[in-house]
């Protein structure tokens, strides 16, 4: 990369360890630098976000058509389970609503598992780049991040139009909310992306542990249940899936697609939906950043 904008600009930065204040709470406080951060080093983003797409399709006879191969897999294994053998959930239901309803948590939640995944490997698995000390290593947790971000858009793309040509979909104001959900999808990924790569540094079972946990946690949000199905079953339990640190976001994707009727136990706006989701992402975004930070400077001694 010598004599290219993206070494120049690596040359430009700078970084002690020894004079890096490594308190959690001291970086925490200054996440909200990240927006600023990303802004000055976008060429570098830029650089490895195209590299990642590039490389997923290059040599594939499919090209970009594997964007959408594993989640319509995904979907298509759910869909037979859940809506065909275990019969679908209540009478007369639509078969092609409970479709693009699951299609769409598919979606939304195999973009938070593939990207925190990614991200959590981003720091152990580029140790010659870590090493560099110019390099801003906070920057490669956040590459995946955005990739899958993109790859999800792609999907939500493909369920809005299937939703509004068949009329499934109803469009409304709440599709004005799109901007909003993906930042607070973006917040939630890249403060989880980072808490993960900085345990993954230390602890490398965290990979095989997180492996199972997202199976569980698949179950556990409402990718393939409405949100009072719970509540028929076990009022309780309806309120602990609320605890789930995405659930307001899936629920909230649902609202913005217009597949959230009032009778299956959506709430009539997206907003408080979207207020929840956000501050999960702000505070996972916090967390994530701030433990980053603060061990940034063990990493090259480590990986």
């Known amino acids: 990369m010598t004599g290219s904008p993206i070494a120049h600009e690596l040359e430009e930065l700078t970084?002690?360890?020894?004079?890096?204040?490594?308190?959690?709470?001291?970086?925490?406080?200054?996440?909200?630098?990240?927006?600023?951060?990303?802004?000055?080093?976008?060429?570098?983003v830029r650089h490895f976000v195209t590299r990642e797409l590039r490389g997923?399709?290059?040599?594939?006879?499919?090209?970009?058509?594997?964007?959408?191969?594993?989640?319509l897999f995904l979907f298509a294994?759910?869909?037979?389970?859940?809506?065909?053998?275990?019969?679908?959930f209540g009478e007369g239901e639509d078969p092609l609503q409970f479709a693009l309803y699951?299609?769409?948590?598919?979606?939304?939640?195999?973009?938070?598992v593939q990207s925190t995944s990614a991200a959590m490997h981003a720091i152990s698995g580029n140790g010659n780049i870590v090493k560099k000390v110019k390099f801003p290593c906070e920057v490669l947790p956040l590459v995946p991040v955005f990739v899958e971000t993109i790859v999800f858009l792609v999907g939500f793309g493909v369920a809005l139009v299937v939703g509004l040509a068949t009329g499934r979909a109803q469009l409304g104001w709440s599709l004005l909310a799109m901007p909003w959900f993906l930042l607070a999808l973006l917040m939630f990924a890249a403060g989880v992306g980072m808490l993960l790569a900085?345990?993954?540094?230390?602890?490398?079972?965290?990979?095989?542990?997180?492996?199972?946990?997202?199976?569980?946690w698949f179950f556990l949000s409402p990718c393939f249940w409405w949100p009072n199905f719970v509540e028929q079953k076990a009022a309780w339990a309806a309120t602990l899936m609320t605890w789930n640190p995405i659930y307001h976001l899936l629920v909230a994707e649902r609202h913005v697609l217009g597949l959230a009727p009032a009778e299956l136990g959506f709430a009539p706006?997206?907003?408080?939906?979207?207020?929840?989701?956000?501050?999960?992402?702000?505070?996972?975004?916090?967390?994530?950043?701030?433990?980053?930070?603060?061990?940034?400077?063990?990493?090259?001694?480590l990986v």
């Not at 869909?79 to 019969?87: H, N, S, T």
């Not at 980053?292 to 400077?297: L, R, V």
Request: aromatic letters at 12%.
């Open 15 to 44: 970084y002690s360890a020894e004079d890096s204040p490594r308190s959690v709470l001291h970086h925490a406080l200054r996440a909200i630098c990240l927006p600023a951060l990303l802004l000055r080093h976008r060429g570098l």
């Open 56 to 71: 997923r399709f290059h040599d594939s006879l499919l090209g970009p058509l594997w964007v959408l191969i594993h989640p």
């Open 77 to 88: 294994v759910y869909f037979v389970i859940f809506g065909v053998v275990m019969g679908r």
């Open 102 to 112: 699951l299609f769409s948590g598919v979606v939304c939640f195999h973009a938070i």
């Open 198 to 216: 900085n345990l993954d540094v230390f602890i490398r079972d965290v990979r095989h542990v997180y492996g199972i946990f997202t199976t569980v």
């Open 269 to 301: 706006s997206v907003v408080q939906d979207l207020l929840i989701a956000t501050a999960w992402g702000v505070g996972m975004l916090v967390l994530g950043y701030g433990t980053f930070m603060a061990n940034k400077h063990k990493y090259a001694d």
